[in-house]
């Protein structure tokens, strides 16, 4: 069982796995709360986004590893109220394209820029969860302009991996081992990303077994394998104090992923949290209680609210 959950946290690292295909040609059967849109953007790519709502400022949402815009639901329902809000599928993910050669964290950065400028939409506050906020800060310090503050859900990027940890994430994960990942580690990996796993959650699983017997199975493996390989190749620790926009920081207290309890055992999640809040000069770090990495979807609530009031206290 003990290598099982190491497989297991390995692969998943922040999130649990998906697959996916062309999304205007064989990627309609699957279902999303909202109505969806599609853009061509600059590098080739097509990017699925949901667009709701209206005020005076934008939220971005970029999910996490192996997710997809869906997994933002509960925040986009409470937040459209008050804000635009539009969620996106990042290349090799959901409905968008996954034809892209390779995937890198300047690519995904890149490509939510050039859908801002397709729309076209100016600073932006940024929200990322897990990988999606390893993301979010590659673009607010690569891109300043267009993000004006950042919400980061369960951030990856915090917790830093040796060279020999990185080796045992390269040993471990690839294209074969997620497509060859069975119905019952499907589900293990799931529920890891939760506190209490709500029943609300249960597409998501539906989604995934589903998408095993798509044609493009094996692009959208790719596409996550080397999604993990980006987050390693391009750190963004050592950078979080240039880091120059108002930053709201956002943990569930029980987090079972972050960090990599068989690479990290010392560490807590307190521990990998502060360390990356007290680098950011302008920086807000708030728990969640009985949330676990997917605190926006399990605990809407107080996720919404702390964002709400991050928001307009900056206003």
């Not at 109505?35 to 667009?51: K, L, M, R, S, W």
């Not at 109220?81 to 995904?108: M, Q």
């Not at 990322?128 to 300043?144: D, F, K, R, V």
Request: glycine share 6%.
């Amino acid at each position: 069982m003990k290598s099982l959950k190491f497989t297991s946290i390995i692969t998943v690292i922040m999130l649990f796995t998906w697959s996916g295909c062309d999304a205007q040609e064989s990627f309609d059967w699957l279902e999303y709360p909202f109505d969806v849109h599609f853009a061509e953007i600059e590098n080739g790519e097509t990017i699925a986004y949901v667009d709701e709502g209206s005020g005076d400022q934008t939220i971005v949402m970029v999910h996490g590893l192996g997710s997809y815009l869906p997994g933002w639901k509960n925040s986009i329902e409470e937040l459209k109220e008050s804000y635009r809000v539009i969620a996106l599928d990042l290349p090799g993910y959901g409905k968008s394209a996954k034809t892209a050669e390779n995937y890198s964290i300047p690519f995904f950065a890149e490509s939510i820029v050039q859908l801002l400028e397709a729309l076209p939409i100016d600073n932006v506050v940024l929200a990322g969860h897990s990988m999606g906020a390893q993301i979010s800060i590659y673009t607010a310090l690569n891109y300043p302009d267009k993000v004006n503050s950042l919400i980061l859900s369960a951030p990856a990027g915090f917790e830093t991996f040796s060279e020999e940890a990185e080796q045992a994430f390269r040993m471990t994960v690839s294209k074969e081992t997620i497509m060859a990942t069975d119905e019952e580690m499907i589900r293990f990996n799931l529920r890891l990303n939760f506190h209490e796993f709500p029943e609300s959650a249960a597409f998501m699983i539906e989604d995934r077994l589903a998408m095993m017997d798509d044609p493009d199975f094996e692009e959208y493996a790719r596409a996550q394998a080397e999604s993990v390989f980006a987050m390693l190749e391009t750190p963004v620790f050592d950078q979080l104090s240039e880091i120059s926009q108002p930053v709201l920081v956002i943990f569930g207290k029980q987090d079972q992923l972050i960090p990599n309890r068989m690479l990290h055992p010392h560490l807590t999640t307190e521990d990998v949290a502060e360390s990356g809040v007290n680098l950011i000069e302008d920086a807000e770090l708030v728990w969640i209680d009985d949330a676990g990495h997917f605190a926006h979807f399990e605990k809407p609530g107080p996720f919404n609210k702390a964002v709400k009031e991050f928001l307009n206290n900056r206003r």
